[in-house]
Structures are given as structure tokens and as C-alpha cells.
């Protein structure tokens, strides 16, 4: 039998994205290829961590102490 499986490499590991259907034990010969990347655009990484800090209870806070020193800033200026 030939079956062709994505997986994921983890270290010396490879985990499948789906079960290979044979019984424990069975050998097996393996031969792996690497899959292209799409090419990435401008920003890309920015849409990936989106929502990442979002129940962060200490992040909020800071994001809090910088929007209030950055209105002191403006208003010092004029």
C-alpha cells in the first residue's frame, strides 16, 4: 500500500494529520518531502498573532498607561 499523509515535524517526530489504518507494529518505509511555503506578504506575521494578547488583564494595563501618557504628551505641546 501507498498513502500519501501530511504531517507536522516536532523535533524527531512527525505527526499525521490523519491515521494511517494499520495495525501496531506494522513496518513501514518512509520518505519524506518538504512542502513549499506559500510566499509571505507584508504584514502577514501581524494577522497571525491577532487576538494573542486579548483576555490579558496586565496587558490592558499598559496599553492603558501608554494611551494616557500620550495624551499628556499632546497636551503639553499646545
Known sequence: MIKTIRGRVHGQTIELNEALGMVEGQEVEVKVRTIPRPPHQPGDGLLRTEGAL?????????????????KQERRSRT
Open 54 to 70: 486579548r483576555d490579558d488583564a496586565e496587558w490592558d494595563d499598559i496599553m492603558k498607561e501608554v494611551h494616557q501618557a500620550r
